[in-house]
């Protein structure tokens, strides 16, 4: 798919370490992949909170000097996904507030759903806001509620907010971690090798950090961290699991745990099950690097037909500016990846991709292939046709620029001149991540959203 | 005095030009010298406000490219000074906020001498505050104010605020700009060249983007800009004038007009009162530069003792890391100050510095002159002694760090280790300003601070 | 191997096209995996010849502007990995002279095994070096050489130096490409789409300009470009081919077609090699990311043994320089790569990694595996053990630190603490790389240098 | 005359102080007004030289680190003023260089102007160049010289080399340091504070580091350090001294002692002479600042007529790159220099600039200060008219855009539109500087060059 959706960014909490911001910091650059515009960790010493953020990598917002000041044994931290401009510094998080009660910062993976009205509420009782960022509610919810202490005010402004939201919360001597009652995004909990505890979007942060999974936070819980007691629970709605699917399809990463189980093994099924759907006999398997990779291996193991690298990542990332002569087509694409010419050449391959969101890169792939000189082309698609734009926290064009809303399958195909096309159906999908129930939201294929 | 002292801020507003944020790019410039560590501006099209601030001096935080995303007619900027850390990004101007009306953006000039109690009732009341900066009260109150217009809940709002502050306002569609009623900081209005208007802390700002001075903003007046009219006068206090009689001894540009009158004259008014305390005989009189040069020419025509240039400034700022050897002393301030060792070989000089703060530097520029051979220096401050800190927006230190809280002016001498030393008395501070009343806040010298 | 050992630099060079600099610089990113420390592109404009050069990736170096006044239609390329200090922009390549027939550039992929001695002997006569680069050579013995003609002067040049080299020279009007008599380091010539040629370090750098693959330039060839002429090749040296078969194990990138065959499916061929050695039973082949995954998809094919991705790779690349926490072992290497717990967890596992280089790599991996649950970790490496350094153009740690070079394979096993250990000797490597002569370089596994 | 001509470099040498790079940074520093562009250090610890240059201020190229390694109790310095373009770090100082003596180092202040003639005669010898500095001759012609010992071999190159230069020289075990015959370019010995010298080419450095001032290098004299011995003397050329007027009148720091005498005296008696020429009654002498303000004070106490400061100098320097509105004009003067409006206005003023060039920037300071209100504007100009260009290490125009080579006194008055204009005539600017002999280069004044 190659970064046409995105997912907007990830969370991490530390809690009872004495080094706390550094233990985020690592934390955050594990989960880079899930935001890459800003980064911001807080942290409280018991006094008093700290915040620094920025644009930029994690790698490159902070320094020894700058963790150096984040001191305290509670840290919260974020790296965001950004479309905006010059002034998106303004819209990074940890959100930070005084209020009543004190101080308080918040990060928060999602996007809430009825934002405006809040917001348009709060406005009229005379709140303003200082940043474009739906987080912000939150902070006002918070100090707006007429309960004393901080558990009951995290509890009402909860309640008041719709959407997805995983959260992160930290006060002068807790911390706080919740999910919103459908758990779209992921959020586990784990345990610190010498005490404290962890929470992160996905459990490869805790691999860096040397942390142990203890389970995720589950769906309308809310964790309470305080000094030198095992974490308490509190369930602040009836569950009603809606777990993003997507996050097995594509966001996570591969070696993450997520919803309870690997994605690489979701995503290895999902090339199983694909291997079924109008199977077609080939010389190769092959994968759209990296999100197509371990479906791509399932897919091989499946139909027996050889697994090969096909297409090649370039990793120099960083964009240039550099306009292209007249005869170099399709650099965008090229300058991450490359056909594998001396694989394909002569050959009839199943390549395999996430997903197709506007159309133009996967015709760009499909055409990179065939003039390396790939005989047949059959595209197979791992999730089903995504028809329908996100409004959990996932950056997805309009539905007018998403192909699937617009076209048939066969259209699809014809316009990505592929030999053949399939795609995953739903059945298909949920098998892949044995769900037996209906706890994932698959929206954007569908259009079925959560009211 | 060498920045021991600092102005906090300058403020600038531009109304109906279509080029309006270009021009608050050029007046902030020109207004450099009142703050170096951020700067900011927003401007509005009419439907919405965007605002670009960052670290640094102004020509680094804008480029062509930024300063073409801030469109539209009317625009407000900011710099600031300031000793905060690394998070003093969450600190720079102008503030943002969208609320009941819609969205408006706030610079100021000043500081709030009851920004506490304020914060606190607004915190009591459910308010958040999302920065360490006082001024984020300004937009609480409006936000607040029961009023329905802008104009009415702004004039609301000013009431509830106490201290000093210049201010401009902008909303989608007008600007205000407004003094206390004290009128501690300056702030002028101006006409483009082609129609519209500026408001700015100095009219340096004027002359560098062609702009016609018409006058000082008044104490307590509020002026409203709108489209195609004549900016109207609200007199939102009973004006009861106290100027800060120190922008004259330091802190304004010398070629500035502020408080109706030319800073340059006012120094040298200063030099030729001086010229009258404890008079000596002496080959030459020189400057501390470049605060003590226009008190310097003064005392010299004044006294008929030939003006020289006995200290060089070198103009090339930034600070070194690079520790210095052990025989390089009081680098911190060689590397700004050179002595002119030709000129005051021998010589029995007379030095002008506009105020003694901690009495280090002064102490090293003796120290530095009779090291260069200087066979008598006597120091004589264009002011009175520095005995109280301000609270009217400038950074000044604490009490028990200024050496004339706790010196008599001839341990401060002795300490200094001038041959003598001589201070303007506040009277003569004042003849030298023209003042016939008490229109001028001398608290920094007296202790007597408004209530 | 996790760069352990590295390329030390890759050369392009283009001719006769109007945005000659501009190709140059895409082909430097598609080569920058061979040197990631410096860049730089010399252009001629038949006039005068113009060079920029600096430190960073390629993207970075250059902007448009910067190409912009790289004119003409001829350019040279270099990106240079480096060990060396602050003041290694000093070695930067290309590098230039003016000299008695005008100007010229050159860029140098090799190492010179007699460099000493030709400089002294140029220094003995008078000549002054101004860099620590081998290459530098080169432009003295152009510029000394007695013949009128450059072509002859860089025949003469070629033959006073020993080693590797594949080189790219620039005049004002001509282009020259030469590979030493045994070439050891690649160099590809293609033809560019619409009129033009381009050589190239691999040809992955054709791909991305839409260039057409050629030939390669022979060992001991001299490729003459000359305006409106096909390229005139003269064969300087008897060929006595030598090519280095590291290119093949680990340098070169897998989509690149090197000493006429597919990186790719060498590499392929080595992991079906390796399923031959000390064959094993076990739940899964794994690769060490990204060298090892092409061996691992041959070994996996030829034993019938799944390929599943049981390390994941971090392409987040950059250095950071916080301390991990006391808890935090192994951070180097799980800052690069992670550990898919889910897959591997209970299994026996084969991983297949290029070379073992210093063993303390590898012995993390194994350590890092073993702690995310492989019950048996057997490690099988595509190249024989290497035990002496490269003197031909490749960065590696001197003998004693090879691991190979003062230890048993078994007690390299013991080292790593894997279960078990083989390496691919060299007649299977030979076969692998289709060799029936000896025409290929393996002296850094078995010590037999050309002379 | 605000930048119109710049002295091309500053050179410093340090010799016997263990923290000999720390104390050239700090000279290099003081002398950073000769040069912006580029800086660059050479040390030597006895057995190596180091070299780190880049591009940029003094400050902003060096860092703790850097100097750290730059160790030994040698080091010579340099800054460079440069028009060049990106690729000018080719071009920056010291010149390094491996030759059979070793290892040399040099910086070179001058131009030579038979630098052509030989390059040519080294090239057809078969010598490389490989920058475009006419230094790098000087290491060739050591390298090439025949004497056996590096001192003769000094004598033999500098005997070769024609035009200006101060330069310093850094082997390993030794420093050399050396005026041509004519001194063009100033250069001064002095003593550190506990053991070791220092050579720079003004005094200014010594005065930051806390040495003294002993003497100037002589013209034609080379001086040879060697460790625990006093400074040897050679004189290698019968001096011709033919020193650089316009380092009295433009270029040198005021707080420079150059060629035996005060700078800042010196230009205090240009405007002591100025004050006969054409003398005129006015209000006031006010001086384009920095360069025109001894004399101006010089001229006001001539003439009894008072100094006032009647432009401002804007010191926070930096280009931008924004476009001035249509409104805005002579921004470019005006982002450097305000005019005292309230001084100036309804006045009648002579202003004293120290040279006038192309005549633009002149013409544009005279509207400046009339659109401010001065009723009648005189120039006078503190050196006769500038009619020819330096070939002696001083970065002048062109012939044709020097305004003085195409117009009478009478004509460019009028082009600049002042009411009166005057230069100093050779004779009294000779007086000036004390000048009893024809002991100084006036050739930019006469045309009348040194062969």
Not at 101 to 124: F, P, Q, S, W, Y
Not at 212 to 229: A, N
Not at 309 to 315: D, K, L, Q, S, Y
Not at 334 to 348: E, N
């Given at each position: 798919?190659?970064?046409?959706?995105?997912?907007?960014?990830?969370?991490?909490?530390?809690?009872?370490?004495?080094?706390?911001?550094?233990?985020?910091?690592f934390?955050?650059?594990?989960?880079?992949?899930?935001?890459?515009?800003?980064?911001?960790?807080?942290?409280?010493?018991?006094?008093?909170?700290?915040?620094i953020?920025?644009?930029?990598?994690?790698?490159?917002?902070?320094?020894?000097?700058?963790?150096?000041?984040?001191?305290?044994?509670?840290?919260?931290?974020?790296?965001?996904?950004?479309?905006?401009?010059?002034?998106?510094?303004?819209?990074?998080?940890?959100?930070?507030?005084?209020?009543?009660?004190?101080?308080?910062?918040?990060?928060?993976?999602?996007?809430?759903?009825?934002?405006?009205e809040?917001?348009?509420?709060?406005?009229?009782?005379?709140a303003?806001?200082?940043?474009?960022?739906?987080?912000?509610?939150?902070?006002h919810?918070?100090?707006?509620?007429?309960?004393?202490?901080?558990?009951?005010?995290?509890?009402?402004?909860?309640?008041?907010?719709?959407?997805?939201?995983?959260?992160?919360?930290?006060?002068?001597?807790?911390?706080?971690?919740?999910?919103?009652?459908?758990?779209?995004?992921?959020?586990?909990?784990g345990?610190?090798?010498?005490?404290?505890?962890?929470?992160?979007?996905?459990?490869?942060?805790?691999?860096?950090?040397?942390?142990?999974?203890?389970?995720?936070?589950?769906?309308?819980?809310?964790?309470?961290?305080?000094?030198?007691?095992?974490?308490?629970?509190?369930?602040?709605f009836?569950?009603?699991?809606?777990?993003?699917?997507?996050?097995?399809?594509?966001?996570?990463?591969?070696?993450?745990?997520?919803?309870?189980?690997?994605?690489?093994?979701?995503?290895?099924?999902?090339?199983?099950?694909?291997?079924?759907?109008?199977?077609?006999?080939?010389?190769?398997?092959?994968a759209?690097?990296?999100?197509?990779?371990?479906?791509?291996?399932?897919?091989?193991?499946?139909?027996?037909?050889?697994?090969?690298?096909?297409?090649?990542?370039?990793?120099?990332?960083?964009?240039?500016?550099?306009?292209?002569?007249?005869?170099?087509?399709?650099?965008?694409?090229?300058?991450?990846?490359?056909?594998?010419?001396?694989?394909?050449?002569?050959?009839?391959?199943?390549?395999?991709?996430?997903?197709?969101?506007?159309?133009?890169?996967?015709?760009?792939?499909?055409?990179?292939?065939?003039?390396?000189?790939?005989?047949?082309?059959?595209?197979?698609?791992?999730?089903?046709?995504?028809?329908?734009?996100?409004?959990?926290?996932?950056?997805?064009?309009?539905?007018?620029?998403?192909?699937a809303?617009?076209?048939?399958?066969?259209?699809?195909?014809?316009?990505?001149?592929?030999?053949?096309?399939?795609?995953?159906?739903?059945?298909a999908?949920?098998?892949?991540?044995?769900?037996?129930?209906?706890?994932y939201?698959?929206?954007?294929?569908?259009?079925?959203?959560?009211?």
């Amino acid at each position: 798919m190659l970064e046409e959706m995105n997912e907007k960014c990830a969370v991490v909490g530390i809690f009872g370490h004495k080094e706390a911001s550094k233990l985020a910091y690592f934390s955050l650059h594990a989960l880079q992949h899930r935001g890459q515009e800003a980064a911001g960790i807080s942290s409280s010493d018991g006094e008093r909170l700290r915040t620094i953020k920025d644009r930029g990598l994690v790698m490159k917002v902070f320094n020894e000097q700058k963790l150096a000041t984040l001191s305290g044994n509670s840290a919260i931290g974020h790296t965001r996904y950004s479309t905006a401009g010059d002034d998106s510094i303004l819209d990074a998080q940890p959100v930070f507030a005084r209020y009543d009660l004190g101080e308080m910062a918040i990060v928060h993976n999602g996007n809430l759903t009825n934002a405006k009205e809040v917001r348009d509420a709060l406005i009229r009782k005379g709140a303003i806001f200082q940043t474009f960022m739906d987080t912000e509610n939150l902070i006002h919810l918070i100090a707006k509620s007429e309960k004393e202490k901080l558990l009951d005010r995290i509890v009402d402004a909860v309640q008041r907010i719709e959407g997805a939201f995983s959260l992160v919360f930290l006060s002068r001597t807790k911390m706080f971690a919740m999910r919103d009652r459908n758990g779209f995004r992921p959020l586990s909990l784990g345990r610190l090798p010498n005490g404290g505890y962890i929470v992160a979007s996905e459990t490869c942060a805790f691999d860096l950090v040397g942390a142990q999974f203890i389970r995720d936070v589950e769906p309308g819980e809310l964790l309470i961290f305080e000094p030198d007691k095992a974490p308490m629970s509190l369930q602040v709605f009836e569950p009603q699991p809606k777990k993003c699917i997507f996050e097995y399809v594509y966001f996570a990463r591969p070696d993450s745990r997520v919803f309870g189980q690997s994605v690489y093994q979701m995503r290895k099924n999902m090339g199983v099950e694909l291997a079924k759907v109008r199977p077609i006999e080939a010389d190769m398997v092959i994968a759209v690097p990296d999100g197509g990779v371990p479906s791509a291996i399932g897919y091989a193991q499946a139909s027996g037909i050889p697994y090969e690298m096909g297409i090649m990542r370039n990793h120099y990332i960083g964009r240039t500016f550099i306009e292209p002569t007249q005869e170099m087509r399709d650099l965008k694409v090229k300058m991450k990846l490359s056909p594998m010419t001396d694989v394909i050449k002569g050959k009839k391959i199943i390549v395999i991709d996430d997903s197709i969101v506007r159309g133009t890169t996967s015709r760009r792939i499909v055409k990179m292939l065939k003039e390396a000189g790939a005989t047949e082309v059959h595209m197979r698609i791992s999730s089903p046709p995504t028809t329908d734009p996100c409004f959990y926290g996932v950056d997805t064009p309009d539905k007018d620029k998403l192909i699937a809303a617009n076209m048939t399958v066969d259209k699809i195909c014809e316009f990505i001149e592929a030999d053949s096309l399939a795609y995953l159906d739903e059945n298909a999908l949920l098998r892949s991540v044995n769900s037996t129930d209906d706890h994932y939201c698959t929206a954007c294929f569908t259009g079925k959203y959560i009211i």
